[in-house]
């Protein structure tokens, strides 16, 4: 599946919860509820990967950490189509970016070391 594909199914889902939010409600999330939204799944998402390293017991295991770093993919998704953000051009550009500039200072710190 490629990021239109993961978009396009994010979007549904989107899509159903302003239904369900709208009947139980009577509106849909704005852009900071959603950002709010994320952040409490990765607040979760650091509590399994340290129950997943050992360092707390939580109830879910594996299924429960893939579960939530699908959510915060979900949630990054939702954010990059709510602010108009080409997600693939925005990550393309900034993986060259920062290799780049990694690139530049492990060379340059390999010369210093010779």
Known sequence: ???DELLRQALRIHDLYDELNLRERGRVWTREEFMLGFVGDV???A???MAEEGAREVP?????????????LWSVLILAHRYDVNLEDAFCRTM?????AIGRDVA???????
Request: hydrophobic content about 35%; proline content about 0%; charged content about 30%.
């Open 96 to 100: 060259t970016e920062l290799e780049t």
């Open 60 to 72: 879910g295991g594996r299924t429960a950490l893939e579960h939530e770093l699908a959510d915060c």
């Open 1 to 3: 599946m490629n990021v």
């Open 47 to 49: 509590k399994l990967v």
């Open 43 to 45: 607040g979760d998402l």
């Open 108 to 114: 340059a710190d390999g010369q210093e070391s010779a």
